[in-house]
């Protein structure tokens, strides 16, 4: 006979937090959002640890370039969607790494023969507007000169000249040698009061140039998400049907993290991809995977502690329709709250920490809160991110209110047959496990997130936590009454919806 459980499917909306003691030191500056996506052995450090507990979903219509390189500039991580071919895929990996921070390869190169017209083609083409020159035109070629647009007038100077008769000739430049810290290439263009430093290998090539203006945006995003190579950090989603030619793709175009996207990830398909990359790439690389919601799920992927972290949620998502179609799913607080005990206690037994993400299904900031309180270490989301100005879908303007697209990878659209596929064919999509749907515009996504995050640590106040450890740890929660959860929201007043109406209101005063 079939199982039944005997609790309730729940999700986080049936849950409150109960305030613990708020010490006197407490500040919201003082808190730390820092958490691990890598698995850790007792009392070592992670691998891989992200400055906020958020990621953003495997899904084309939220993780584009933009968005992951907006992210990881406020210290989440992206997993580029693998719903496209791999070669696409490698590109976006390939452009967030090649963004910014430190030691840039040169994007935009010229050859001292070219002329001021074709350089010119070359600035608007790349909107850079310092271009070095190198002797056959490539990005690690012999290192000749710089120009810049101040260099010319458009109109004033023949256009036919060659750009040697322009540049600053490499006697005149100042640059760093190979080897050098980005700590004194900043000071070396600070001391030479440059825009931007090319550094050079001991032959005389270029091999990167390093701008002053990352420098100041550095300062300006603490928290950013940097490599090793003070690159952006950027994870990739990946599938059971092609690791074999993904993955390497992917780790040799910078992919930090991998990430399988698959609606169950109880599978041997998945182990047998798991054990794969771990044979080719060894233990370094950082390998998330799922979705499960139950904690047989849980022990079945961590056997042999292969992979770092395992997502949970199965049919929450927003766009998600997957317990409809095919009865298959958990309330997302129940599935959470059963794996992470069951986390817990394989770390009592074994010492080994893998962290947990919750993905799909926040409806809003509370959610979230609540899902870290409830003990996962971060938060992988899809509407939240679709809703801003980075995600790759055009804005819509629909009655006068801006939309974005945002639809399922289960859906005809996305096209992504392996993941619901029954991972041993791409054959045709019998039927559709997600929606088309469009969502409102809701601003940039660093405005959004400020917000999210500081409401995030104003309960970690309320908690008396200083971490997200802590916070899990002091949390204690209750279960609401459908009551409570009316009187949740405002009672027994009229609200003003808009400030507009409270200005234009008669108060009769
Ligand atoms: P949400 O943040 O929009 O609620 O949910 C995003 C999550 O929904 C994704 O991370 C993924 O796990 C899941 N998802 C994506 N596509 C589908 C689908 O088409 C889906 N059914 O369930």
Sequence with gaps: MAIILDDISRTFSEYLLLPRLTRRD??????????????????????????????????????GTSL??????????????CSQSIDSQVEMVGQVKAHKAGFVTSGANTKPESTLASLLELMTETGHSTIPVTL???????????????????????????????????????FGTEGITLRKANQLLHHHKKDCLPILDRAGNLNSLVFKKDYVDHQR???ELLDENKRLSVGAAINTHD??????????AGADVLCFDSSDGFTEFQMDGIQWIREQFGDQIVIGAGNIVTPEGFDYLAQAELVDFIKVGIGGGSICITREQKGVGRGQASALLDVVKRRD??????????????????????????????????????????????????KVSINGQMYKPYWGEGTLRAQNWQRYSDGMSSRKMMFEEGVDAYVPLVGPLAEVLETTLYKLKSTMINVGADNLIDFRQNAELTLVSEQSIVEAGTSNVFQFSRKREIDEFDWGT
């Design 243 to 252: 690791y074999r030619q993904r993955v390497p793709a992917l780790i040799e």
């Design 68 to 81: 992951a390189i907006s992210l990881a500039r406020q210290g989440g991580l992206s997993m580029i969607f």
């Design 136 to 174: 056959d035109g490539s990005a690690k070629g012999e290192f000749c000169g710089l120009i810049t647009d101040q260099d010319f007038w458009e109109f004033e100077d023949d256009l036919a000249n060659s750009v040697k008769d322009h540049m600053t000739p490499k006697s005149e430049v100042f």
């Design 345 to 394: 206690a394989h770390f009592n037994d074994t010492g080994t920490y893998i962290p947990i993400c919750s993905d799909g299904g926040l409806a809003n900031d509370t959610q979230i809160v609540v899902a870290l309180a409830m003990g996962a270490d971060f938060v992988m989301m899809g509407r939240y991110f679709a809703m801003t100005e980075e995600s790759p879908t055009p």
């Design 26 to 63: 407490q500040s919201i500056n003082k808190i730390t959002l820092k958490t691990p996506i890598g698995k850790y052995q007792s009392g070592k450090a992670s691998k891989f640890d992200i400055n906020i507990p958020v990621v953003s979903a495997c899904m084309q219509s939220v993780s």
């Design 221 to 223: 995003h603490p928290l």
